[in-house]
């Protein structure tokens, strides 16, 4: 049974830059795992951000990148701004079912 | 583009249970789909995948067994029937759009429904 492992939370400051990351205990994460980020706000449902390691949806704000950082995909938000406060969910197929990890909660502080 | 799901409510442990989730806006028959799951203040959980024409099925390793994905493309409609339910597939439960036909992995989980709240209790 893969575990795909989050930060639980983080604290960044508005206009500051965080970087979240999800990690697999199946070893190295790689573009393969197909990562998968989501915004989810309390009582809404997920907002899809970034799908296989990098890509933007259309609707995703510029200030959203993903990347591969250290065998761990990687969310960095720079120029954080108040309303990215949430949970943010990453998301891995590496090799099996797909597997979200347990979310970190940003707080902007 | 919208997803809406029904179906939930609650529901004793040991019977079952039918979901729907009502697609508009694009051309469902194009797109596999998947439904996934949050227990009360918890993470998200995928639960199963379906291709874009019904032939091919995925189940998560907590359903296998009791759940069923299907879809009807010509009602535009996703469904999970859950049996032999029990109080850890409380929660709510969610219908996502995954990638156009021939472009997987591209765009998988961009759209999501509002869930629907099951909850498995005597």
């Known amino acids: 049974q893969t575990v795909v492992t989050q930060e639980p939370s983080l604290t960044v400051s508005p206009r500051g830059t965080v970087t979240l990351t999800c990690a697999s205990s199946t070893g190295t994460v790689t573009s393969e795992c197909y990562p998968n980020w989501f915004q989810q706000k309390p009582g809404q449902a997920p907002r899809a951000l970034i799908y296989s390691t990098s890509n933007k949806h259309s609707w995703t704000p510029a200030r959203f990148s993903g990347s591969l950082l250290g065998g761990k995909a990687a969310l960095t938000l720079s120029g954080v701004q108040p309303e990215d406060e949430a949970e943010y969910h990453c998301l891995l197929k590496c090799g099996g079912d797909w597997v979200f990890g347990g979310g970190t909660k940003l707080t902007v502080l | 583009v919208r997803l809406v799901e029904s179906g939930g409510g609650v529901v004793q442990p040991g019977k079952s249970l039918r979901l729907s989730c009502a697609a508009s806006?694009?051309?469902?028959?194009?797109?596999?789909m998947d439904w996934v799951r949050q227990a009360p203040g918890k993470g998200l959980e995928w639960v199963a995948a379906?291709?874009?024409?019904?032939?091919?099925?995925f189940l998560g390793d907590a359903v296998k067994g009791r759940f069923t994905i299907s879809r009807d493309n010509s009602k535009n409609i996703l469904y999970l029937q859950m049996n032999s339910l029990t109080a850890e597939d409380t929660g709510v439960y969610y219908c996502?759009?995954?990638?156009?036909?021939?472009?997987?992995?591209?765009?998988?989980?961009?759209?999501w429904g509002q869930g629907t709240m099951v909850i498995v209790s005597s």
């Open positions: 806006g694009f051309t469902f028959s194009n797109y596999g």
């Open positions: 996502a759009r995954d990638s156009p036909v021939g472009q997987w992995p591209n765009e998988v989980f961009d759209i």
């Open positions: 379906i291709w874009y024409d019904g032939r091919k099925t």
